[in-house]
């Protein structure tokens, strides 16, 4: 069975602060995925990024980065500079080759105050 | 936009209603996924159908049941309604079988149960 654990429930920063989003994922297949999405206020859900797990290397797309260790079994999420428009609810989620559906984490509440 | 449309944006009904929620995937896309997120569930898995077929179960109730048309949209019907129903549904759409492929969402349909 796949877990996926955001431990941090809700983030509050101010314009500018840099954010870090954790999560942890438990599988026994050696050959998964992991993805990010964003939920903001307006309810939709949007794909940020997929990778899979033989790929370790930290990706970077403008202000969002991720960072995967195997090692830990982590798949963080950081944003730069935040912005007011990054206000949103973050999931991260997990699936596995073979599997059918997505596994998601319950979800980080981030708030960017200006 | 993510190219997947569901119908209604919103639905308010009362317990004991059947409802039907619709969902139009990204063209050429296969594989429609529902899924609920509630308050005290997160985001939950229900079902999934590939080219008219029903793939796989997720955590779906009985008074619940799904199907896939020939021009591939598909609809989730909702039956005996209780409170606890009250959620946003949404439908996700890819090309393959595959739930390790990005998964587009649609906008969600709320429902209310009153």
């Known amino acids: 069975a796949q877990k996926v654990t955001q431990a941090q429930t809700e983030i509050s920063v101010v314009e500018k602060e840099d954010v870090t989003l954790d999560c942890v994922y438990e599988t026994r297949d050696t050959t998964y995925y992991l993805f990010w999405y964003k939920q903001p206020p307006s309810g939709e859900l949007v794909f940020l990024i997929r990778r899979n797990s033989f790929d370790e290397q930290n990706e970077i797309s403008g202000r969002y980065s991720w960072n995967f260790q195997k090692s830990t079994s982590s798949f963080n999420f950081t944003i730069t500079a935040s912005q007011v428009v990054d206000s949103a609810v973050y999931f991260c989620a997990l699936s596995a080759l073979g599997d059918y559906k997505l596994s998601f984490g319950a979800g980080t509440t981030v708030t960017v105050r200006a | 936009d993510s190219g997947v449309t569901q119908t209604p944006k919103h639905l308010i009904t009362a317990t004991g209603q059947r409802v039907t929620l619709r969902c139009s995937p990204r063209s050429g896309d296969l594989s429609v996924y529902w899924y609920q997120q509630s308050l005290d569930q997160g985001l939950q898995f229900l079902i999934q159908?590939?080219?008219?077929?029903?793939?796989a179960k997720g955590n779906i109730l009985e008074r619940f049941s799904a199907q896939q048309f020939p021009d591939l949209h598909s609809e989730l019907n909702l039956s005996s309604l209780e409170l606890g129903d009250s959620a946003l549904y949404f439908c996700?759409?890819?090309?393959?079988?595959?739930?390790?492929?990005?998964?587009?969402f649609g906008p969600g349909t709320r429902l209310t149960v009153l």
């Open positions: 996700a759409s890819t090309e393959g079988s595959a739930s390790h492929n990005e998964q587009f």
């Open positions: 159908y590939y080219n008219g077929e029903e793939r």
